[in-house]
Structures are given as structure tokens and as C-alpha cells.
């Protein structure tokens, strides 16, 4: 189950590395989401999550909860995703979204718009090498 988990070790936090992924790193954008990536030589993939208060309509509440959508988002994919990469996911909607539109985002729809992001960017293992039994 430790797999599954979302440890310290795996949150991109330091100012100096999210502000040199912004710089220096590929990007790829989908509807809602945009995806900042970076190798590293760390032996572990990070990940940092970005909602703008602006994006959420000036609501709090809805803003951690897509923080809490999205870094969900990785912990489930983030055995399919490859090593040594820090991520940032960065919530921008291309159209404006209403406070209703942002309370009926369901965890499924951030995953599967996360999955084809990385799948474009071409951060994906492949699936032939992920062991599943562990």
C-alpha cells in the first residue's frame, strides 16, 4: 500500500526548484490542466500543485479542493509515471468556470485529463514495465 502514498520526499516545495522547472522545463496544456516538466537527478519524481485563487473563482474552499483533486490525480499515476522528473500541475482553465462547473469536478475527469497530459509529453513508463503485483 506504501506505493500508493504520497510522501515528502516526493513534493516538489523549494521556491529556487518549482521557479527553475518554470523556466527551464517542457510544458504541455490540456483544457483545464497545464503541465510543467523537468529531469532531475534526484532518483525520485516530484510533484508540485498550483491553483491559482483566481482560477477558483475567489472561493477557498473550492481551490483545495482541486489542490486535493489534483495531487490525488498523482498519487494514483504515479507508478505509470517515469523517474527523476519534477512535475508541476497547474490548474488553468482556458474558459472561465463558474463556482457550479468547479463543485461537479470529479476525480476521474482531472485523472484522465492528467494521464493524457503526460501521455503527450511522453513522461509515461510503459505499461509493459510497471510491476503490478507490488
Do not use: W
Not at 500500500?1 to 522545463?25: P, S
Not at 504541455?28 to 532518483?43: D, I, K, V, W
Request: aromatic fraction near 6%; hydrophobic fraction near 40%.
Amino acid at each position: 500500500m506504501k506505493r500508493f502514498a504520497f510522501t515528502k520526499a516526493e513534493r516538489l516545495r523549494q521556491t529556487k526548484a518549482i521557479r527553475h522547472v518554470f523556466a527551464n522545463g517542457k510544458k504541455a496544456r490540456a483544457q483545464t490542466l497545464r503541465l510543467y516538466f523537468l529531469p532531475n537527478q534526484l532518483g525520485v519524481t516530484r510533484c508540485a500543485v498550483v491553483v491559482p485563487l483566481k482560477a477558483t473563482c475567489r472561493s477557498i474552499i473550492l481551490r483545495n479542493r482541486v489542490k486535493r483533486l489534483l495531487k490525488e490525480a498523482f498519487r494514483l499515476t504515479k507508478a505509470l509515471i517515469a523517474d527523476n522528473i519534477d512535475i508541476i500541475i497547474f490548474f488553468s482553465p482556458k474558459n472561465a468556470l463558474d463556482k457550479q462547473t468547479l463543485k461537479g469536478l470529479h476525480l476521474s475527469g482531472i485523472r484522465t485529463e492528467y494521464v493524457t497530459l503526460c501521455r503527450r509529453a511522453g513522461i509515461m513508463r510503459h505499461e509493459k514495465s510497471i510491476n503490478r503485483d507490488s
